[in-house]
C-alpha cells in the first residue's frame, strides 16, 4: 500500500522526503498542502500533523511529522539498499547525528535565507 505524503516543495524537508521516496521507487502518494494558501490549517490536515507541519506521512492509520524520522520511517519500513541506513549500529549512529545536528545548523539558516528571498519578492 502506498505511503501518504503531505507536503508544500517550497519547503526543504519535503523535498528531501519526496526525492528519498523517489530515488527508493517507495510507493507513495503526494498530498499537496499549501503553506502559502495556509493549508496546514485545514480540518483534515489538523488529524495528521498535530504540528500542523510539513512533511508529514500517513501510512493506513499511522502518521508521522519531522522529517528526520519520515525518512528513518520510510528507510527501515521499505529495506532501502544498505547504504541509505547501514544496519552496523555504529554507522547508523553516524547517519542519526548527522540527521540530528542538521536540524539546528544547515537547516535553520537555509529557512532563513529562504524567508530574506520570498521577503523580498513581497511589496
Ligand atoms: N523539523 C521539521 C520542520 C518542519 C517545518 O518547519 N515545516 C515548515 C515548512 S519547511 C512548515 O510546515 N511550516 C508551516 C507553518 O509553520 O505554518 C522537519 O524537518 O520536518
Redo the contacts with the bound molecule.
Keep these: 500500500m502506498a505511503v501518504e505524503l503531505y507536503l ?1 516543495l517550497l ?4 523535498r528531501s522526503v519526496l526525492i528519498f521516496a523517489k530515488k527508493n521507487n517507495i510507493p507513495h502518494e503526494v498530498r499537496n498542502i499549501s ?1 502559502m494558501d495556509g493549508e ?1 490549517y485545514g480540518d483534515h490536515f489538523g488529524k495528521i500533523s498535530l504540528i ?4 508529514a506521512l500517513r501510512d493506513g492509520d499511522f502518521s508521522l ?4 524520522a ?1 525518512l528513518l520511517y520510510l528507510a527501515q519500513k521499505f529495506q532501502t539498499p544498505e547504504h541509505w541506513y547501514p544496519a552496523d549500529l555504529q554507522q547508523r549512529a553516524r547517519i542519526n547525528e548527522y540527521l540530528s545536528w542538521q ?1 539546528c545548523a544547515i ?1 535553520l539558516h537555509g ?1 532563513k535565507v529562504f524567508w530574506l528571498k520570498v521577503g523580498s519578492l513581497t511589496p
Aim: aromatic share 0%; proline share 16%; charged share 25%.
Design positions: 508544500d519547503s526543504q524537508p519535503c503553506l496546514q500542523r507541519k510539513v512533511p511529522t519531522e522529517s528526520p519520515i536540524h537547516r529557512s
